[in-house]
Nanobody
Framework: QVQLVESGGGLVQAGGSLRLSCAAS?????MGWFRQAPGKEREFVAA????????YYADSVKGRFTISRDAAKNTVYLQMHSLKPEDTALYYC????????????????WGQGTQVTVSS
């Protein structure tokens, strides 16, 4: 069983930055970040392979967000720059035993979410 705990969310002005963290309690493979805004479906944001050598991003965040992982700490990060009001959402960390996918139904474990609010 894997437990995921996110942290780092908050309120920031447009153009600002935040770094989200996701600490995992057990061994994980592909790790991903998803987000869900009020009234919208959950969407893929970014993912990283077990080795950290491969990263994947949604077009909407490419060039602004960076996903990384610290194997020693079993922690995944999402560094977010140039934040926009449309980035406002509840951000979830997820883990799966398979390879990368944008499909949230394929992820085995989920965190409780951390709120990111970007004011205009």
């Amino acid at each position: 069983q894997v437990q995921l705990v996110e942290s780092g969310g908050g309120l920031v002005q447009a153009g600002g930055s935040l770094r989200l963290s996701c600490a995992a309690s057990g061994r994980t493979f592909t790790m991903g970040w998803f987000r869900q805004a009020p009234g919208k479906e959950r969407e893929f944001v970014a993912a990283i392979s077990w080795s950290g050598g491969n990263t994947y991003y949604a077009d909407s965040v490419k060039g602004r967000f960076t996903i990384s992982r610290d194997a020693a700490k079993n922690t995944v990060y999402l560094q977010m720059h140039s934040l926009k009001p449309e980035d406002t959402a509840l951000y979830y960390c997820a883990a799966r035993y398979g390879t990368y996918t944008t499909y949230d139904g394929s992820y085995n474990y989920w965190g409780q979410g951390t709120q990111v609010t970007v004011s205009s």
